[in-house]
């Protein structure tokens, strides 16, 4: 019922990214329209622009590692940093080293300066996008510029292509961005090497991130208002992609957060009410390779109000029902997962009953909602949905998590002690030993 779940959470598996990687590949053409650069326009502001060290911390030796106020030196992204593609990055690198010679010191020199030709990062991004991309979708691809974009953010789509694929294809050269861009592809950058690094079972990698990087992550995306951007009527379209943008980027660092929530115990770090953007637009809209906005209406919807309608189904006017009725698969995968922390804050308060029930009424309409969202996307394109197919999974382990505390067993799982952990050992064995096939049926089928 949960295969994906119980592959992922195999301490055998060395990194999610191997289950990951034997997804289907996705074949999109590049037209000569796409993956132009567009300027931006001027919503962050330039007092708040980011050290790309951020990104780097991973790198440091555990000494170095010290994301405090003392690590920022100022908020100001160095001189350096701002003429950027694969060139660049290899210097920035190679300074890098220099700088921390306790670092690499068994490296190859040659061999790191191969791996980072041009002709291997435009392989290995496009690899990034066509293998990766459609699980996590919050890069802007059709004006995504790699003569242009931050060198954090390439190291981060260089890698990740690397990761997913012994070989590689792309496009690259040197101009100026604007402050506001780079500042956001350094947090998607930060974004993509986090969840890469989570991803590999790997406990001092997972404890760097959840301690520090990715709280870091967070603190920038709250400080910086992306948890809280929404569209306006009017909107050009370079607007229109710049704010789609932080939207995808504060929902996913949100839905990240939730994760490590479910999968480890952490203690959520970034609140639901807290998040007051917009919902992404669908991927048609955002993946389409030109852009027509005039086309694209404004949601006035957000995970909110989703969900406070999912638990509180009995107050639906009929306007209310058809709206959630008309839900993608998407946004029934975010919701999902913004349940996870609730549920996590139920089961270590007092329990009340009424909030328990909610939570199982909730569920119920969640997997009815679902069945009717994923009957409107054709067979042939459900393999692109990513990790959202997985969804389903992830309400049956919510609804039997809680049901399991109703029913005072959870004093025998080690996973619903909730104490914080950076292995799956333990969530992986609570999937195995609560629930089976006729129990899942019995429970979440209703509807």
């Known amino acids: 019922m949960v295969p994906f779940l119980l592959n992922c959470t195999d301490t055998s598996v060395t990194s999610v990214n191997d289950i990951l990687a034997d997804e289907p590949e996705k074949d999109v053409g590049k037209s000569d329209a796409a993956w132009q650069n567009t300027v931006m326009p001027d919503i962050i502001r330039d007092d708040y622009t980011i050290d790309p060290r951020l990104l780097f911390t991973g ?11 003392d690590g920022f030196e100022g908020r100001t992204v160095p001189a350096s940093f701002i ?8 210097s920035e690198l190679l300074d890098f080293l220099r700088r921390h010679p306790g670092v690499g010191k068994d490296m190859d020199r040659v061999s790191l300066q191969n791996f980072f030709s041009n002709e291997n990062c435009e392989k290995f991004v496009s690899t990034a996008y066509r293998r990766r991309h459609y699980h996590s979708p919050v890069i802007h691809w059709a004006t995504l510029d790699l003569e242009k974009i931050a060198p954090p953010l390439l190291l981060a789509l260089v890698l990740t292509g690397a990761t997913y694929s012994l070989w590689h294809e792309t496009d690259s050269d040197d101009n100026r961005f604007p402050q506001r861009l780079q500042t956001l592809e350094i947090l998607q950058a930060a974004y993509l090497v986090n969840y890469l690094h989570i991803s590999m079972n790997d406990v001092d990698m997972r404890r760097r991130v959840m301690t520090k990087r990715h709280p870091t992550l967070v603190m920038y995306v709250t400080e910086l ?50 998040l007051r953007c917009d919902m992404p637009c669908s991927e048609e809209i955002w993946d389409a390779e030109t852009l027509n906005v005039t086309e694209v209406p404004l949601s006035g919807f957000d995970l909110n109000r989703l969900i406070r309608g999912l638990l509180n189904e009995g107050e639906w006017s009929s306007d209310t029902a058809a709206m959630y009725e008309s839900l993608s698969v998407q946004q029934l995968h975010a919701a999902i997962f913004a349940m996870q ?107």
């Open 59 to 69: 790198l440091d030796i555990p000494a170095h590692d010290d994301l405090g106020e």
């Open 341 to 447: 922390p609730m549920i996590f804050t139920w089961h270590t308060m007092l329990r009340p009953t009424a909030v328990a029930q909610a939570l199982l009424c909730g569920l119920q309409q969640w997997r009815r909602l679902w069945d009717t969202a994923i009957d409107r996307v054709d067979v042939s394109q459900r393999q692109w949905l990513g990790v959202v197919r997985h969804a389903p999974e992830i309400a049956w382990l919510s609804l039997r998590t809680v049901q399991v505390m109703m029913e005072g067993k959870d004093r025998d799982s080690k996973y619903l002690q909730r104490i914080a952990t950076y292995d799956l050992t333990d969530f992986h064995q609570f999937i195995r030993t609560h629930g089976t096939i006729r129990e899942t049926n019995k429970n979440i089928s209703r509807g």
């Open 225 to 274: 208002r992306l948890s809280c951007s929404q569209h306006t009527a009017g909107e050009m379209t370079q607007e229109f992609i710049f704010r789609e943008s932080c939207v995808r980027l504060g929902t996913w660092t949100f839905l990240t957060d939730a994760l490590l929530t479910l999968f480890f115990n952490n203690p959520p770090t970034m609140t639901l009410p807290g």
């Open 83 to 90: 003429v950027n593609g694969p060139s660049r990055l290899m």
